[in-house]
């Protein structure tokens, strides 16, 4: 699901919370890297949320220069799902 942005402190001081323990805040970088390197298109799409009204998304992949492929698969799992549903309070 998704968590709480923190613009501060400094990145490397920053704490994430996954499956309720802390673990460094640049651990959001594993999960962007292999499409970042290889090159690749990705795209975010909601597809749900937790009991709390998080959204919880999917990160799609496509080859090499089909950006339009992710983003047409994205649009047809919104249309497909109830889409985006802004949490309260955000």
Same mark, same amino acid.
């Given at each position: 699901p998704?968590?709480?942005h923190q613009p501060k402190?400094?990145?490397?001081?920053?704490k994430?919370?996954?499956n309720g323990l802390p673990g460094p805040y640049t651990d959001i970088f594993m999960w962007i890297a292999p499409a970042t390197l290889?090159? &690749?298109p990705a795209t975010s799409a909601p597809?749900?949320?937790t009991k709390n009204g998080l959204p919880v998304n999917i990160q799609i992949?496509?080859?090499?220069y089909h950006d339009k492929t992710t983003i047409k698969?994205?649009?047809? &799992?919104e249309k497909s799902l109830r889409g985006f549903i802004k949490p309260e309070g955000y």
């Open positions: 998704a968590f709480k402190p400094a990145m490397h001081k920053r994430l919370h996954v290889m090159g &690749l597809v749900g949320s992949l496509g080859r090499k698969f994205a649009s047809l &799992l």
